[in-house]
Nanobody, 116 residues
Framework: QVQLVESGGGLVQPGGSLNLTCASS????????MVWYRQAPGAEQREMVA????????KYRDSVKGRFTISKDIVKRTLSLQMNSLKPEDTAIYYC?????????WGKGTLVTVST
């Protein structure tokens, strides 16, 4: 059972930056993909923010393109999300997801609040 632990959330002013990290208990060498999702306050569903596949391929939701960067470190077994130029609408709980062999593993999330 893969365990994922997110960290790096917090309160930041609009225009600020945060770097989220997801630490995996197991190797991430043979993943299908790792994904950052978020769920805004009052939202019914989580939305995909950024994803990275087993190689270096990435994709982003349109609203974060040019502001967020996803990366992974196979040696450290971590997934990161560098978030710049943060906006109030980025406020959400951010979840790390690992996809491998048809299975999904989730972290418990880290709260990001963008506010003055």
């Amino acid at each position: 059972q893969v365990q994922l632990v997110e960290s790096g959330g917090g309160l930041v002013q609009p225009g600020g930056s945060l770097n989220l990290t997801c630490a995996s208990s197991e190797s991430i060498f043979d993943i299908d993909a790792m994904v950052w999702y978020r769920q805004a306050p009052g939202a019914e569903q989580r939305e995909m923010v950024a994803a990275i596949n087993g190689g270096r391929g990435t994709k982003y939701r349109d609203s974060v393109k040019g502001r967020f960067t996803i990366s992974k470190d196979i040696v450290k077994r971590t997934l990161s999300l560098q978030m710049n130029s943060l906006k109030p609408e980025d406020t959400a709980i951010y979840y790390c997801n690992l996809k491998r062999g048809g299975l999904n593993y989730w972290g418990k999330g880290t709260l990001v609040t963008v506010s003055t």
